[in-house]
């Protein structure tokens, strides 16, 4: 089967209820509060920035759409621990691919544990200089990687071209501030936790350059900072006598399954 994807790095209601909605159009405070959208974003880029320890548990969503049209969903999750600067292990289940990302500052492993078999790269750098490595070398963007940098501000808002204050939502129990954000390509939505700990809860991409706007999102759980984050060392310890092979042999560890391929817009 031939899909349309998009990449990276960005359910609705019914029919009748969406065009009812286009025809009303936002209220006028949405763009009233812009300034209290960026205010609340750059703080939360700026707490994010503060914490040397994090951990998290994650759920994504990735939308595709088929040559014929239909819109399908892939679900995984996992769990990301990482220690500023240059420190993170991050997991990824979907079912039909379960992955471990080890990156001790200097050697990035992945290990596919359904192959029982593993790769590893010479990465010497920071998360940052990491993710950047996984999208753009080895085209194995991280789950969430816009929500690790250090100036997660400047990351989002870059070729921002409209803002919108929502109210605020519930995500997993949590009550949030809820943002939109209009690029030239694409759409984005953020939920962020609101008091003293505002990390993001949900993350949401919608593409408007594919048929049917197909969505990626990343919602967190279980969010750790500083002492409450388990004490980890970051190796890789190869308890299950898994084979090493080339990265470009590394097959079956993506967020699609691999009966799919992947077409440009």
């Not at 819109?71 to 379960?98: C, E, M, Q, Y």
């Not at 803002?163 to 501030?177: A, P, R, Y």
């Amino acid at each position: 089967m031939t899909i349309k994807t998009f990449g990276f790095a960005k359910a609705a209601s019914t029919a009748m209820a969406l065009a009812l909605f286009a025809g009303l159009g936002m209220p006028s405070s949405a763009k009233a509060d812009e300034a209290h959208a960026k205010t609340t974003l750059k703080a939360m880029s700026d707490y994010l920035a503060a914490q040397e320890a994090i951990s998290f548990g994650y759920d994504t969503n990735l939308e595709v759409v088929t040559a014929d049209h239909q819109k399908l969903a892939f679900a995984s999750s996992g769990f990301v621990d990482l220690k500023r600067p240059d420190k993170i292990r991050a997991t990824r289940d979907g079912g039909f691919a379960n992955v471990e990302m080890i990156f001790d500052g200097k050697t990035l492993t992945l290990l596919g544990k359904g192959l029982n078999a593993y790769a590893q790269a010479e990465i010497p750098g920071d998360i940052e200089h990491l993710t950047t490595e996984l999208r753009e070398k080895f085209q194995k963007p991280m789950p969430g990687a816009d929500l690790l940098g250090s100036n997660v501000y400047d990351v989002l808002m870059d070729g921002v071209t409209d803002v919108k204050d929502l109210g605020s939502g519930v995500i997993g129990g949590t009550e949030c501030d809820h943002f939109a954000f209009r690029a030239d390509e694409i759409d984005w939505q953020i939920w962020i936790a609101q008091g003293s700990a505002p990390y993001p809860c949900r993350y949401v991409i919608t593409s408007r350059e594919v048929d049917q706007g197909p969505q990626y999102s990343v919602q967190v759980r279980d969010w750790k900072v500083g002492g409450d984050v388990a004490a980890d060392d970051f190796a890789f310890n190869n308890t299950t006598d898994a084979k090493k092979v080339d990265p470009s042999d590394l097959s079956d560890i993506d967020e699609l399954p691999a009966q799919f391929a992947p077409k440009g817009n």
